[in-house]
């Protein structure tokens, strides 16, 4: 069926599974395609713990065992290389770090994997690497005042959009990676709010309320933005908008041009997609089929989806009968 919603597990496929690196984008920008790709490759629970994963390996599941390894591959050894990276960059760009901040992405991996074991593979590897990245400047480059005053605004301010990002991201990409599908607004609403609050309580409680207060509004505006990717959204418009006028004025298909085809976590609605939809209809069914499939993924564009699909439906339904019918006058 069209909008890939089966659950029915194959019995392994390794080579289904993303190498490191796609695994990595995948997780972040297409994690409901991610869900059913590794459903399809024979694991039954993709956002599960390490523990439920090895299990599945010694069942005779290879491909249970392969995605262990590529994930903590990411967690272990690109995460801190990463890390490391940021931080010589940082360092070349005259950014003053606080010591320690090496020890800081061994410590975000230990974290991960702890997170692993106990929460979820791709929750402990996410969180893990995207922790280590942000706190190179929500804590170190924050505790070597190149923000001013550390108990500044300017300071918590920084620290709380670095923490509002790793927070946002890795709700929308777990959450679509274990449900397959995006999580629901209200769920990311009570998320942010729960976010935001805490880093108030915790500064307040030392009187610090001026701190805590910048660190809860800027984590909430970047918890929002980043679990909601509103900061790709203009580059997605412009995109859209080019592929639909290219096609329109040209006669060139441009319909995989589509950021649909290419991020499951859009909530907001694609200007011109249903026009454009509408205009490749004629030519390229199929094409029409697989964007409007993809816009079931997608948060903000699933009613432009589904009478594409219902009317695909519909047709094979009745090429079915007509099949039916022309075996039985025979």
């Not at 869900?35 to 390490?50: C, D, F, N, S, V």
């Not at 203009?234 to 290219?246: G, K, R």
Request: proline share 5%.
């Amino acid at each position: 069926m069209g909008t890939e919603h089966s659950h029915e597990v194959a019995q392994d496929a390794p080579g289904r599974v993303p190498g490191p690196l796609a695994l990595l984008w995948l997780l972040l920008w297409r994690p409901v395609d991610l869900h059913y790709r590794l459903h399809g490759a024979g694991i039954r629970t993709p956002g599960g713990r390490i523990g439920q994963l090895w299990r599945q390996q010694g069942e005779g599941n290879r491909a249970a065992g392969l995605y262990v390894r590529r994930m903590l591959l990411l967690l272990l050894g690109v995460s801190p290389v990463l890390t490391f990276a940021l931080g010589l960059g940082l360092h070349a760009l005259g950014i003053p770090l606080a010591a320690g901040w090496g020890m800081t992405a061994v410590l975000c991996s230990a974290m991960g994997l702890f997170l692993a074991l106990t929460t979820g593979l791709a929750a402990g590897m996410l969180m893990g690497m995207l922790a280590s990245l942000a706190m190179l400047v929500g804590l170190h480059v924050v505790v070597a005042e190149s923000f001013g005053p550390r108990m500044g605004g300017l300071a918590g301010a920084i620290m709380g959009g670095c923490l509002g990002l790793v927070g946002g991201m890795c709700a929308g990409s777990i959450g679509g990676l274990a449900r397959g599908q995006g999580l629901s607004v209200n769920r990311v609403q009570v998320g942010a709010i729960v976010l935001s609050l805490v880093p108030m309580l915790v500064w307040g409680s030392g009187g610090a309320w001026h701190v805590g207060g910048a660190v809860a509004a800027s984590s909430l505006v970047m918890y929002l933005g980043a679990a909601f990717r509103l900061f790709v959204y203009p580059v997605e418009v412009l995109l859209q908008t080019v592929a639909f006028a290219v096609e329109r004025w040209t006669g060139r298909p441009t319909l995989r041009w589509s950021p649909v085809l290419h991020h499951n976590l859009g909530y907001l609605r694609y200007p011109f997609l249903r026009a454009h939809l509408a205009l490749a209809a004629r030519t390229r069914p199929k094409e029409v089929l697989d964007v409007a499939n993809a816009c079931l993924k997608s948060p903000g564009n699933s009613m432009l989806g589904w009478p594409w699909v219902l009317a695909a439906l519909a047709q094979a339904e009745a090429a079915t009968e007509a099949r039916k019918r022309a075996e039985g006058e025979r």
